[in-house]
């Protein structure tokens, strides 16, 4: 999961056109899409979507880690209910 700044809209020619979105930070999304599987997470969320919501949820901070997605990202995994642990 990431936030930020895309590029939204249709794009293809008119009988084959597609809703796409394009930017950094929808790869950034993709590489963290990816990455949950490296992780063994549901949800890996960058700083960006982390920060104006981390004092709602109960997340565990990863540092930087080599992912195979990722190279060299900041993740969070968040966690459903009041017990949250690593795993």
Avoid: K
């Avoid at 599987?37 to 920060?51: G, M």
């Amino acid at each position: 999961m990431n936030s930020g700044i895309v590029i939204a809209g249709d794009a293809g020619f008119a009988n084959r056109r597609e809703y796409t979105i394009v930017g950094p930070d929808v790869t950034l999304a993709h590489r963290l899409q990816a990455a949950t599987f490296d992780l063994n997470a549901y949800i890996v969320a960058s700083r960006a979507t982390v920060e104006p919501v981390e004092d709602l949820y109960n997340l565990v901070r990863f540092p930087a880690f080599r992912s195979t997605a990722c190279a060299r990202c900041s993740m969070h995994r968040s966690y459903a209910g009041e017990n949250a642990t690593t795993a």
